[in-house]
Structures are given as C-alpha cells and as structure tokens.
C-alpha cells in the first residue's frame, strides 16, 4: 500500500503541484518563490519524514498572500489524499518542540473533522523576511486543516523572535502528523467508534 497524494491547482493567481509521501524518509523538493515560507515547508517534510514535492508560480508582484494560500490549500489536499481510509492509523497525536527561546505545543487528531485553535505570544513581528506576513501562519494552518480534515491545536506559551516562534510551530506540527499517520499494531480497521473518519 502507498500513501501519496498528488494535487495540482490552478487559478488565475496561482499554479501549484504539491506531491506527498507519508511513508518518505524526509526528501523534500520546495520551491513556491517566498524563502521563508519554503524553509517551513523543508521543516514540515524533514522532520514529518515525508517526502515533499511543492512547485507553486504565484502573483508575487501583487504580495505573497495567494502564493502561500493556494499552496496551503493543495498541501492539505494532497495530505487527505495520501490518508486513504486512514485504518491501522494512530489518529491523535501531540508535539512540544522548543526552538531557543520559543517553545511550540501541538496536538492533532485525523479526526475527518477540520478545526483550528491557534494562539501565538502578543506582539510578535509583523514581517519575517521582505515577504512572510507573520499573520499568514495562522492561515497556512487554517487552509491545511480545512483541506486536510484535521483537528489542529497549536499554541505557543512564549517567545521572543518571530522566525522561533513560527519555526518551532512547524517542526512542533511535522513531529504530531508523523506520529498520528504512524501505523499502530494495536489499531484494526478505523480508529473510531463510528467507523469511518
């Protein structure tokens, strides 16, 4: 059995391929043209060890606002793609990763149900970077879970540097989707009283 999702979206503003291996090793191919943004996508495939393929062309010379969207859009696409029927998975699954000073709790369940609480420390930079809205965290995390049908908890208790805080988020997210994916060998079938997910 493989679990791969392939998506290519296109739209007036953007064209975006997004290829996912849950089974990888952590080999991770991204180009989207907003640097920062492609840095937390390697961290999402490195440390989630799955093999992540993203090519997105978007309307840069308006902002990155679309660019990152559309691809956070396909990035959960192509995540419930590769899910499957989702038996034998572990289902929930949880990550405190520290980065310095910041630390990132989250906690996931592939519950088929999206829903996100996000809370990050006051006062963070507005911008990391000529072209990451720090913002846009929260809305990369609400496009995936929206597409990919995940219930997401991510909260940072505290932090100084806006690259820590955002960093540490998707290292925090890599490790709870590595582990909820995970086969577990006490799981027959769906993890789930009512039998699907």
Do not use: C, W
């Not at 493989?2 to 290519?8: A, C, H």
């Not at 989207?32 to 799955?50: N, P, Y």
């Not at 995390?141 to 690259?163: I, K």
Request: proline share 4%.
């Amino acid at each position: 059995m493989t679990r791969k999702g392939r998506v290519e979206r296109g739209t007036k503003e953007t064209q975006v391929l997004v290829e996912i291996d849950l089974d990888g090793t952590g080999l991770v191919d991204v180009a989207t043209g907003v640097g920062f943004f492609d840095h937390m996508l390697a961290q999402l495939g490195k440390h989630g060890s799955f093999d992540l393929t993203v090519k997105t062309t978007g309307d840069l010379h308006i902002d990155s606002h679309h660019t990152i969207e559309d691809t956070a859009i396909a990035l959960g696409q192509a995540f419930r793609e590769a899910l499957g029927d989702k038996a034998g998975i572990r289902r929930f699954a949880d990550a405190s990763i520290p980065l310095d000073e910041s630390l990132a709790q989250v906690t996931v369940d592939v519950s088929g149900r999206p829903y996100l609480v996000h809370v990050e420390p006051d006062g963070m930079a507005p911008m990391i970077g000529p072209e990451y809205d720090t913002t846009m965290t929260r809305h990369i995390f609400e496009s995936f879970v929206s597409h990919a049908r995940v219930a997401l908890h991510v909260h940072v208790p505290y932090g100084r540097n806006a690259h820590h805080i955002v960093e540490a988020q998707f290292k925090a997210l890599a490790r709870a989707l590595r582990d909820a994916v995970a086969f577990d060998p006490k799981v027959h079938g769906v993890p789930s009283t009512k039998g699907a997910l």
